[in-house]
C-alpha cells in the first residue's frame, strides 16, 4: 500500500512539474514572443547576447536584442524559430579591472496561450420587448425591435503575461436587416473596430444589442418565425502581452438562437 501511495504522489508531482514547465516564460518562448531578462545591478557594465545551438553561434535574427548593455534588456524570439531548439543567452559583467559571465539555456516551446468562447448563459434567447404593432393604412407592421446576447470569452496559459487582445468576426443566419453594437459589460476590455483589447489576464464577457430592422407583415411573416436568426461570434487573432498567439485551442466560435413564439397568421372559419 506504502510503495502505491509513493507511486500516485510522484505521478501527481510529475504531473506538476510538467504543467509548470509547459507554461511559456523566458526559458520557454514561443516563436514570436518577447520576455525580458535581466541581472542585479551593480552599477557596473554589462554586456548581452545570445547563441545558437552551442556557446559560440551568434543566434543573429533569431534573437533580437532592445540593447547589448544595461542591467536588464528585452529580447524578441523570431517567429520563424524552431520549437525544440535551444538558445543560450549570455550577460557578461565588466567592473573595469575583472570579469564574470553568466548563461541561460532557453528552449523554444510551443504557445500555451488559447481563448475559449461560450454563449451566456445559454445559445438560446428571445427579444427585449415585445412585438411593436403598427398600421400602414390597413395593414399590420410587425416591429420585433432588440435582442440582447453576451458571449463569455476566457485566456487560459497566461502564465505571466498581463493583458491580452483578440479579433471578433460576426455572422448572422439571415443575413438581412440585422446590425449590432457590441460592448464589454463585465471585465476590463474594450471593443474597437472588431478587436476587443483587455488590460488584464481575466475573462470579458462581450454583450451585443442586435437590431432587427425588418419590418414583417402577415404576408411575410405567415408562420411567426419570419424575425427568428442565429447570431454566430468567432474569434482570432488572439494575442498576450508577451506576444504569444492563440494556438486555436478550445472553442473559436459560439452562436445564439433567437427567436419568438411561431405564432400564425390568425384564421377565420
Not at 99 to 108: A, M
Not at 234 to 246: F, P, Q, R, V, Y
Amino acid at each position: 500500500m506504502k510503495k502505491l501511495v509513493l507511486f500516485f504522489a510522484a505521478v501527481l508531482l510529475t504531473a506538476i512539474s510538467s504543467n509548470l514547465y509547459a507554461q511559456n516564460t523566458g526559458e520557454t518562448p514561443t516563436p514570436g514572443s518577447s520576455w525580458a531578462y535581466s541581472v542585479m545591478d551593480n552599477g557596473n557594465t554589462y554586456t548581452w547576447s545570445v547563441t545558437v545551438g552551442d556557446l559560440v553561434t551568434d543566434a543573429g535574427v533569431d534573437a533580437v536584442l532592445s540593447s547589448t548593455s544595461g542591467a536588464a534588456i528585452t529580447i524578441a524570439w523570431a517567429s520563424t524559430v524552431t520549437i525544440g531548439d535551444w538558445y543560450y543567452v549570455h550577460v557578461v559583467e565588466d567592473d573595469g579591472s575583472c570579469t564574470n559571465e553568466k548563461v541561460l539555456p532557453v528552449q523554444i516551446t510551443a504557445s500555451q496561450f488559447y481563448l475559449s468562447i461560450l454563449a451566456s448563459p445559454t445559445n438560446t434567447g428571445c427579444y427585449d420587448g415585445p412585438v411593436a404593432v403598427t398600421l400602414d393604412g390597413n395593414t399590420p407592421k410587425y416591429n420585433h425591435g432588440t435582442a440582447t446576447v453576451s458571449y463569455d470569452v476566457t485566456p487560459h496559459g497566461m502564465g505571466t503575461a498581463t493583458d491580452y487582445s483578440f479579433d471578433i468576426a460576426e455572422l448572422f443566419a439571415p443575413t438581412a436587416g440585422l446590425s449590432s453594437d457590441a460592448t464589454v459589460t463585465s471585465g476590463n476590455g474594450t471593443v474597437i473596430g472588431g478587436t476587443v483589447t483587455v488590460t488584464n489576464a481575466n475573462a470579458v464577457t462581450l454583450q451585443f444589442i442586435i437590431t432587427n430592422a425588418t419590418l414583417y407583415d402577415n404576408s411575410t411573416d405567415p408562420n411567426g418565425t419570419a424575425a427568428d436568426f442565429n447570431q454566430k461570434i468567432t474569434h482570432s487573432g488572439g494575442i498576450n502581452s508577451h506576444g504569444l498567439t492563440d494556438n486555436g485551442t478550445g472553442p473559436a466560435d459560439a452562436n445564439t438562437n433567437v427567436a419568438r413564439p411561431h405564432t400564425t397568421t390568425i384564421g377565420t372559419n
